[in-house]
T-cell receptor, first 112, second 112 residues
Framework: ETGVTQTPRHLVMGMTNKKSLKCEQHLGHNAMYWYKQSAKKPLELMFVYNFKEQTENNSVPSRFSPECPNSSHLFLHLHTLQPEDSALYLCASSPLGGAEAFFGQGTRLTVV | AQSVTQPDIHITVSEGASLELRCNYS??????LFWYVQSPGQGLQLLLKYFSGDTLVQGIKGFEAEFKRSQSSFNLRKPSVHWSDAAEYFC??????????FGKGTRLHILP
């Protein structure tokens, strides 16, 4: 248990659906991240938030929309996804002045 | 450019044998270095980290890693592996208050 909780753990959605992934941490960390991990690619950093402000967007398609309402919560809103978006989506957080990331257990997303 | 290289995609060792997983990095300054482990369908768990000081660092589960600046390496070792060590291992680099860059991972298989 790392203190970073992701829900749901598994999600199956159609290409026309809209869904959201949730990440929550109560570790007092100021930075939160979304990563994508698919079978054929290495771990890909998608978004970085520092103190609720987005500081990095690694050319992620607009069908992925992040939201960080406060330093403890991070969402990833999904709409009109493609089958190739099926992957494990990992959330992580890190403390102010630190460097190591603490990961949640991930959401296994399947787009049908 | 910052990068992390894990040259071995798969490693197979017998239970009870010693293990060394290789990691090389390219980084402008002295980086923070990490090893993470991921069991199937799970998030990443921090095994150990190096920030400064003693170049041989001890981690959880009996793992250790040695920072060698001259070789830009941070190899992970364990004197005797257990079947439960079968997982994927990620080397990562970063710096204070910045994102972490991950290698592509090495999948460890254990023979009984």
């Amino acid at each position: 248990e790392t203190g970073v909780t992701q829900t749901p753990r598994h999600l199956v959605m159609g290409m026309t659906n809209k869904k959201s992934l949730k990440c929550e941490q109560h570790l007092g960390h100021n930075a939160m991240y979304w990563y994508k991990q698919s079978a054929k690619k290495p771990l890909e950093l998608m978004f970085v938030y520092n103190f609720k402000e987005q500081t990095e967007n690694n050319s992620v398609p607009s069908r992925f929309s992040p939201e960080c309402p406060n330093s403890s919560h991070l969402f990833l809103h999904l709409h009109t996804l493609q089958p190739e978006d099926s992957a494990l989506y990992l959330c992580a957080s890190s403390p102010l002045g630190g460097a190591e990331a603490f990961f949640g257990q991930g959401t296994r997303l399947t787009v049908v | 450019a910052q990068s992390v290289t894990q040259p071995d995609i798969h490693i197979t060792v017998s239970e009870g044998a010693s293990l060394e997983l290789r990691c090389n990095y390219s980084y402008g300054a002295t980086p923070y270095l990490f090893w993470y482990v991921q069991s199937p369908g799970q998030g990443l768990q921090l095994l150990l980290k190096y920030f400064s000081g003693d170049t041989l660092v001890q981690g959880i589960k009996g793992f250790e890693a040695e920072f060698k600046r001259s070789q830009s390496s941070f190899n992970l070792r364990k004197p005797s592996v257990h079947w439960s060590d079968a997982a994927e291992y990620f080397c990562a680099v970063g710096e204070r208050d910045d994102k972490i860059i991950f290698g592509k991972g090495t999948r460890l298989h254990i023979l009984p």
